[in-house]
T-cell receptor, first 116, second 116 residues
Framework: DTGVSQDPRHKITKRGQNVTFRCDPISEHNRLYWYRQTLGQGPEFLTYFQNEAQLEKSRLLSDRFSAERPKGSFSTLEIQRTEQGDSAMYLC??????????????FGPGTRLTVT | AQKITQTQPGMFVQEKEAVTLDCTYDTSDPSYGLFWYKQPSSGEMIFLIYQGSYDQQNATEGRYSLNFQKARKSANLVISASQLGDSAMYFCAMREGRDSSYKLIFGSGTRLLVRP
């Protein structure tokens, strides 16, 4: 399968613990995005990478959140000192920025985080 | 202000009939792109169709077509010959040309249920 993959699919953690999610984009894609989706809402942008450079962070991304994309391949999203409000689906998407594409983003299956 | 508005929280359609899902958008950017995604219960966002603001014709992809009315700022998704597998959440999204991130702004979605 050559789509976007995410690991784990589900994570249950206790308040105050740290969690880390991984995203593997489509291999030739140069952009990688993270979104958060809460129940009954559409996804909201968190941050994105162009190759290994993190170019924008949403104000939703508090200082407890950090994301990396070493070597421009997979990405990790870490949440420190989790809070119950962090419970959500975390979606990763990738796209290929080029001259002739629509720049459509292809999404992974998401990681559902539950903070108890 | 909401940039993407989907006013139908839920819709029913009989199998084999056509259905229209509404989406209105708000932007002052003359260059933008509009997307529709399908999200089954498994959680993955599946790209369906794209319409660029300068495209002269309405986009079509198989059973999906986009009724693009630029002056009314609407981009409704039409699904023809509905199938049981079309039951899912549907999200309309926009990216603005002036935003080099190409991040997507999503609506709150419409849940479609196809009746046999």
């Amino acid at each position: 399968d050559t789509g976007v993959s995410q690991d784990p699919r589900h994570k249950i953690t206790k308040r105050g613990q740290n969690v880390t999610f991984r995203c593997d984009p489509i291999s030739e894609h140069n952009r990688l995005y993270w979104y958060r989706q809460t129940l009954g809402q559409g996804p909201e942008f968190l941050t994105y990478f162009q190759n290994e450079a993190q170019l924008e962070k949403s104000r939703l991304l508090s200082d407890r959140f950090s994301a990396e994309r070493p070597k421009g391949s997979f990405s990790t999203l870490e949440i420190q000192r989790t809070e119950q409000g962090d419970s959500a689906m975390y979606l990763c998407a990738s796209s290929l920025i080029g001259v002739s594409s629509h720049h459509e983003q292809y999404f992974g299956p998401g990681t559902r985080l539950t903070v108890t | 202000a909401q940039k993407i508005t989907q006013t139908q929280p839920g819709m029913f359609v009989q199998e084999k009939e056509a259905v229209t899902l509404d989406c209105t958008y708000d932007t002052s950017d003359p260059s933008y792109g509009l997307f529709w995604y399908k999200q089954p219960s498994s959680g993955e966002m599946i790209f369906l169709i794209y319409q660029g603001s300068y495209d002269q014709q309405n986009a079509t992809e198989g059973r999906y077509s986009l009724n693009f009315q630029k002056a009314r700022k609407s981009a409704n998704l039409v699904i023809s010959a509905s199938q049981l597998g079309d039951s899912a959440m549907y999200f309309c999204a926009m990216r603005e040309g002036r935003d080099s991130s190409y991040k997507l702004i999503f609506g709150s979605g419409t849940r479609l249920l196809v009746r046999p």
